[in-house]
């Protein structure tokens, strides 16, 4: 139950185009769902975060879809470009863990130029 | 200052060699993790502390030993590893263990155990 499934594995995209990661959870007790972008020899980094509350939030070029009834969220870059190409962690958390995050499986995301 | 830093960004080390990771913050963070990440895998939670007090060990092997001198500084201490342990350490931190606010990784340690 606290696992968070994370797909697809891998994704190659075109410039321009729109990269698009869904992850799953089954834990309701989740309320805090971040995803964080890692490029090669570096740590994570925060990319974007969601709480339940809201359906949908956008930064620049990166959007995060939130279903709460369905415990989907998805992340997507809109224009994805070549500097975009690294691996994407979603994760989720909730107060009763001590905010431990439960990392999603990771998608190695490859924008083509 | 928003900057989580560790050295050494590489370590090479044989079994029976005594070795020891740093991590540094000046965020005035309260919550500080050490995590373990494997090539093509997400980060694994190892130690996380709580104003500088240990409050969870994720079932961590001995030979791995933290330790959190100060409210800026970590430690993680290294004796007889074995060469599965190598991997990217990572060192995290957060406002408070308890918060929503973000949790900054460092840039991590990069060990290979011979």
């Known amino acids: 139950q606290q696992q968070v499934k994370q797909s697809p594995q891998s994704l190659i995209v075109q410039k321009g185009g729109i990269s698009i990661i869904n992850c799953a959870y089954e834990n309701t007790a989740f309320d805090y769902f971040p995803w964080y972008q890692q490029f090669p020899g570096k740590g994570p980094a925060l990319l974007i975060a969601i709480r339940p509350d809201v359906s949908e939030k956008k930064e620049g070029r990166f959007t995060i879809s939130f279903n709460k009834s369905a415990k989907q969220f998805s992340l997507h870059i809109m224009d994805s470009q070549p500097g975009d190409s690294a691996t994407y962690f979603c994760a989720a958390s909730s107060s009763g863990s001590a905010r431990q995050l439960t990392f999603g499986s990771g998608t190695q995301l490859t924008v083509l130029p | 200052d928003t900057e989580v830093t560790q050295t050494p960004k590489h370590l090479v080390m044989g079994m029976t060699n005594k070795k020891s990771l740093k991590c540094e913050q000046h965020m005035g963070h309260r919550a500080m993790y050490w995590y373990k990440q494997k090539a093509k895998k997400p980060p694994e939670l190892m130690f996380v502390y709580s104003y500088e007090k240990l409050s969870i060990n994720e079932s961590v092997p001995s030979r791995f030993s933290p330790e959190c001198p100060n409210s800026s500084l970590l430690n993680l201490h290294l004796h007889a590893l074995q060469p599965e342990d190598s991997a990217l350490y990572l060192c995290?931190?957060?406002?408070?263990?308890?918060?929503?606010?973000?949790?900054?990784f460092g840039p991590g340690t990069r060990l290979t155990v011979l």
């Open positions: 995290a931190s957060r406002l408070r263990v308890s918060s929503y606010n973000e949790q900054f």
